[in-house]
């Protein structure tokens, strides 16, 4: 088959690998039909992820039509069109039971990433994400094996397209969860920083339910403008103003700061020249540009929610100010299967619409233009789907 493959920073390739095969009695595989390049498959692409292989397969938003079962898959049948959860749970251990799927403790044979890790069993495993995570080759692919296919594979309803169903892998139940981590109801004023895709998701869910003031910080003009557009964020492009935290501040009632911040950057955050330099120089791994600019944004009381991805230390983190402020900070992997059914009941009435957020609909084999472009915002791109088995130009 036809897969996406890692050869080093910046070299990714569309190649001819061994088909996958049934490995478990739960397995199956699954024929891919739409897959997309996620904000998380840059740092792989970036190199940042440690314990990422030379041909290790990306991809872990892919969904398609199931292909072959395993003995012991009660709930799939061959031809069934299904959606795959990133994250890879047995549906069974202590926090399945508590729906933290992405710290299930049984399917990661990885170390995971924490630092000071002592005895802790490592979260779930993820499709495509490097050794640290279970080394299970990703979706950008022709085929692919789903393990725990009794727990994660999610059916969608022939009447939606796949572009109105595929975010439901990843992206959408993660601005999902970070409005719900951000406690975002009627009338509540928010700060987005980041305006990728998960950042742009995070506007259309916080105002479905009812957000007042969605202020979004990126540098890239043509995200914002879509932003503004289509969820009426004010925009603020921090190439401009570098201090994006004070200009919203000043805009809230009394300069109290607002009622929460998503922080939907993550540990690759442009703007610190010091980090920059830090992080050039392998003294420092993450830049906490996003983080301290959440941190000050959002009033006393208030929530920091943290979809973006950060890993080991972070570069001047102000806990002292989080501390003086009360603040409540929620952050992690998405619990993905937890939120589908109420997420597909979003989708189809019509409330929310992310395929609205796709630029780019490319065939599987032009993926490492894909990747290119999408790492370096060219031609205007928010979103990449890939389509396996499509011709060049599809
Ligand atoms: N928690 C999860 O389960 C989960 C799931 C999916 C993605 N993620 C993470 O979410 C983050 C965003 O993903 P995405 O797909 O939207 O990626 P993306 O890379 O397309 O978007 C990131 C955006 O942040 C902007 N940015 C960079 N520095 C900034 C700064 N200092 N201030 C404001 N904006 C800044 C970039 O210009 C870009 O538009 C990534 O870290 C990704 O790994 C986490
Ligand atoms: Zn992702
Ligand atoms: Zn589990």
């Given at each position: 088959m036809r897969a996406l493959t890692y050869h080093g920073a910046h070299d990714v390739r569309v190649e001819t690998v061994a088909d996958p095969a049934l490995q478990e009695p739960d397995d199956i595989i699954l024929r891919v039909t739409a897959t997309a390049i996620c904000g998380s498959d840059l740092h792989l692409y970036r190199g940042k992820i440690p314990s990422t292989e030379h041909g290790d397969i990306f991809g872990h938003e892919f969904m398609g039509i199931v292909e072959d079962t395993g003995s012991a898959v009660i709930e799939l049948h061959r031809g069934d069109r299904v959606v795959i959860p990133f994250v890879i749970a047995c549906g069974s251990c202590f926090f399945c039971q508590h729906e933290l799927f992405a710290a299930c403790e049984t399917t990661n044979t990885g170390r995971g990433s924490i630092i000071n890790k002592k005895s802790i069993p490592p979260g779930a495993a993820l499709f495509g994400y490097s050794h640290l995570y279970g080394g299970i080759p990703g979706g950008q692919a022709e085929l692919v094996r789903v393990p725990?296919?009794?727990?994660?594979?999610?059916?969608?309803?022939?009447?939606?397209?796949?572009?109105?169903?595929?975010?439901?892998?990843?992206?959408?139940?993660?601005?999902?969860?970070?409005?719900?981590?951000?406690?975002?109801?009627?009338?509540?004023?928010?700060?987005?920083?980041?305006?990728g895709p998960v950042g742009l998701l995070s506007a259309a869910c916080a105002k479905m339910l009812g957000a007042q003031t969605i202020f979004m910080v990126d540098d890239n003009d043509y995200r914002l403008a879509y932003a503004r557009d289509t969820y009426g964020v004010i925009a603020i492009n921090f190439e401009q103003d570098d201090d994006p935290a004070d200009t919203i501040i000043r805009q809230t009632p009394g300069m109290r700061g607002v009622d929460a911040v998503i922080d939907a950057v993550g540990f690759e955050a442009k703007g610190s020249t010091t980090e920059t330099v830090l992080a050039a120089l392998k003294i420092e791994g993450s830049s906490g540009k996003a983080l301290r600019q959440s941190i000050a944004a959002v009033r006393r009381g208030g929530v920091v929610s943290v979809p973006g991805v950060y890993a080991g230390f972070i570069h001047a983190f102000m806990f002292g100010d989080a501390f003086d402020k009360g603040l409540t900070f929620k952050m992690g992997q998405t619990h993905v299967q937890k939120y589908l059914p109420t997420l597909l009941e979003h989708i189809e009435a019509g409330r929310l619409q992310p395929e609205l957020i796709v630029t780019h609909r490319l065939a599987l084999e032009e993926a490492a233009q894909g990747y290119k472009m999408f790492d370096k915002k060219e031609d205007e791109c928010r979103k990449v789907i890939l389509v396996p088995g499509a011709g060049r130009g599809a």
């Open positions: 725990k296919a009794n727990v994660g594979p999610f059916k969608v309803p022939a009447a939606l397209t796949d572009d109105k169903v595929l975010f439901l892998s990843d992206i959408l139940p993660t601005a999902w969860q970070a409005v719900l981590n951000a406690e975002i109801g009627q009338g509540s004023s928010l700060a987005i920083y980041g305006a």
